[in-house]
């Protein structure tokens, strides 16, 4: 397999490093590194430096306000804005609604929605986990009940990150019961300021507030406000979680972060866990591999489809590991060493990567649950 790049993406990758070296603000780098929590403003301040160059929305296709590069682009702009260590835009709308609204929504969604989520005036959330129906997705019991011109919906959706921050919530809801419950869900789109529309803090393991409960009580969402038919919200969300699933890999980051444990094993002289890291490159590399595998099939015009679950499994389980490893040679053992007066940026930097990264195999469709659909959908099994 011919990993190289072909030699005329070296001055796109120079142009690239160029504006996170010289253009992106500064301050949401250093906040980044730190490991203190993100908020609103950081976040609508990384994707308008974004926006203004036009490199915000890069999977959309170009008629839809997308800058019109290939995979190999992509790959390569992604990789620079992790080296650069500059915030990566919220998926929500850039990754997950935005290219359903552009493949599936009508002219008028698109004008509505659309500006909105490429100049991150506009935030969304992601209203698909249930209690009792997360890996299980199919199983959700979000009713929407036709009303005239409305729909009204009651039930709750969980998991929700970051809807603290959101504008707009899009959602899998249940219009009907079906003999195969994929069929009679619909995706619908809601403004959370609609009555009825209560956001609920989870605190997670780390101290930190980025998931939600979101309940729904009688609210009225317009018809208006449903992407594409009626009982066909499968297909769509099957369409997002195909992209979702491939936006894990994040090799490029990780590559850093086993570049600062490698250094800090040097520093202190610790060679135990030599073996471990070796094995984590190893690992690395393959992710890596795989990453170009399925770029190159996108660049053949076929979709990633079921072996983006690959993927995820190979990059959740891989972050994980490196962040364990992370705070092992770091010898911080218990929440306890974490606090906001600890001297050691770095060391509190690993505590909240490894806390976070614990969650990983779980969203976006449990860990066990991909590994069933390669089992049947890839393998024939």
């Not at 609204?101 to 005036?121: C, H, Y």
């Not at 060391?347 to 860990?367: E, F, H, P, W």
Request: a negative charge; proline letters at 4%; charged letters at 20%.
């Amino acid at each position: 397999m011919d990993m190289s790049f072909p030699p005329d993406t070296d001055a796109f990758r120079t142009e690239v490093r160029s504006f996170f070296a010289n253009d992106y603000p500064k301050d949401l780098i250093a906040k980044a590194a730190s490991g203190d929590p993100l908020d609103k403003a950081d976040y609508q301040k990384s994707e308008q430096a974004l926006s203004e160059k036009g490199w915000l929305c890069v999977n959309w296709p170009e008629d839809a306000g997308g800058p019109g590069w290939d995979v190999t682009k992509k790959f390569i702009y992604d990789e620079e804005l992790e080296l650069a260590g500059a915030i990566s835009p919220v998926p929500m709308g850039v990754i997950y609604v935005g290219p359903v609204i552009v493949a599936f929504g009508n002219d008028e969604q698109k004008m509505r929605w659309l500006p909105g989520i490429q100049q991150s005036t506009t935030f969304w959330a992601q209203g698909y986990s249930e209690p009792g129906s997360g890996s299980d997705l199919a199983s959700l019991q979000c009713q929407a009940k036709r009303d005239g011109d409305d729909y009204i919906v009651n039930g709750t959706k969980i998991w929700t990150s970051l809807a603290q921050h959101a504008d707009w919530i899009f959602a899998l809801v249940r219009t009907s019961h079906e003999d195969v419950k994929q069929q009679g869900i619909t995706f619908l789109c809601a403004p959370m300021n609609s009555p009825g529309i209560e956001v609920h803090p989870i605190i997670t393991i780390d101290g930190r507030h980025s998931l939600n409960r979101v309940t729904f009580d009688n609210v009225r969402v317009p018809v208006q406000n449903r992407i594409g038919e009626e009982g066909q919200g499968w297909h769509y969300a099957n369409f997002l979680l195909g992209n979702e699933r491939t936006s894990y890999a994040h090799v490029a980051g990780k590559r850093m972060q086993m570049a600062a444990i490698e250094q800090f094993m040097e520093s202190i002289g610790e060679q135990d866990h030599q073996a471990q890291f070796n094995e984590l490159s190893v690992r690395l590399d393959t992710l890596d591999v795989t990453v170009l595998r399925v770029l190159a099939t996108v660049a053949n015009g076929e979709s990633p489809g079921n072996e983006s679950s690959i993927l995820k499994i190979m990059a959740t389980e891989l972050a994980q590991d490196i962040t364990e490893l992370g705070m092992v040679v770091r010898q911080y053992a218990s929440i306890a060493s974490f606090s906001a007066e600890m001297p050691d940026r770095a060391g509190a930097k690993a505590m909240v990567d490894y806390l976070g990264t614990r969650s990983q195999s779980i969203y976006g469709g449990s860990n066990e649950i991909q590994k069933n659909i390669i089992a049947k959908r890839v393998l024939g099994l």
